[in-house]
């Protein structure tokens, strides 16, 4: 149900791409909720007070959101149950989680790439995409205030392709990364 004082603050819509996973159809809104249906009589099994505008993936038994503050959280596909929350990267404006092997990577806003244990949600790894592009930048200088430039933010879900984590910045600078055990 749509709240606030103002049509903006009341605004509710589905942002995220639909997930479909065997019987159950899984959906969230940005100030809503996420809810996984019945694909065959559109039943509810179960809903979760939760909003994103970023996106959700999901593996055989659970189902991974950034929420719109950032946190990453793994359910359980079946009852919803929330299995763990990685609150470390609240406000840096999570792009959606992907599947990489054993881990889940998402992207933020200052360019970094971090990658989570699909089990427990700790952060395992985490790079900053294309930091060896950014010495050809023309706005390149020596010190460490230009070299991370917040302009070489990460707007797009990565993308895995045979075994590889794709991202790229918001000039199209592309970068691909492999872990162990992914």
């Given at each position: 149900?749509?709240?606030?004082?103002?049509?903006?603050?009341?605004?509710?819509?589905?942002?995220?791409?639909?997930?479909?996973?065997?019987?159950?159809?899984?959906?969230?809104?940005?100030?809503?909720r996420l809810a996984a249906v019945q694909l065959e009589n559109g039943q509810i099994r179960w809903v979760q007070n939760m909003s994103?505008?970023?996106?959700?993936?999901?593996?055989?038994?659970?189902?991974?959101?950034?929420?719109?503050?950032?946190?990453?959280?793994?359910?359980?596909?079946?009852?919803?149950?929330?299995?763990?929350?990685?609150?470390?990267?609240?406000?840096?404006?999570?792009?959606?989680?992907?599947?990489?092997?054993?881990?889940?990577?998402?992207?933020?806003?200052?360019?970094?790439?971090?990658?989570?244990?699909?089990?427990?949600?700790?952060?395992?790894?985490?790079?900053?995409?294309?930091?060896?592009?950014?010495?050809?930048?023309?706005?390149?200088?020596?010190?460490?205030?230009?070299?991370?430039?917040?302009?070489?933010?990460?707007?797009?879900?990565?993308?895995?392709?045979?075994?590889?984590?794709?991202?790229?910045?918001?000039?199209?600078?592309?970068?691909?990364?492999?872990?162990?055990?992914?």
């Open positions: 149900m749509p709240t606030g004082r103002t049509e903006l603050e009341r605004i509710i819509d589905i942002d995220v791409s639909l997930i479909v996973e065997g019987d159950l159809v899984y959906a969230v809104t940005y100030q809503g994103s505008y970023a996106g959700m993936t999901a593996d055989a038994y659970r189902i991974y959101i950034t929420d719109a503050q950032s946190q990453v959280l793994a359910l359980n596909r079946m009852s919803g149950a929330i299995l763990w929350r990685q609150e470390k990267l609240l406000r840096r404006s999570l792009t959606g989680p992907v599947l990489q092997g054993n881990y889940l990577a998402v992207a933020d806003y200052d360019g970094y790439i971090h990658w989570l244990d699909r089990e427990d949600g700790h952060i395992v790894a985490r790079v900053r995409l294309n930091a060896v592009a950014y010495l050809f930048d023309e706005d390149w200088q020596q010190d460490d205030s230009s070299y991370y430039n917040h302009e070489k933010n990460i707007l797009a879900n990565p993308v895995v392709y045979k075994g590889m984590l794709i991202a790229n910045d918001r000039f199209g600078i592309m970068s691909a990364y492999t872990l162990p055990g992914s």
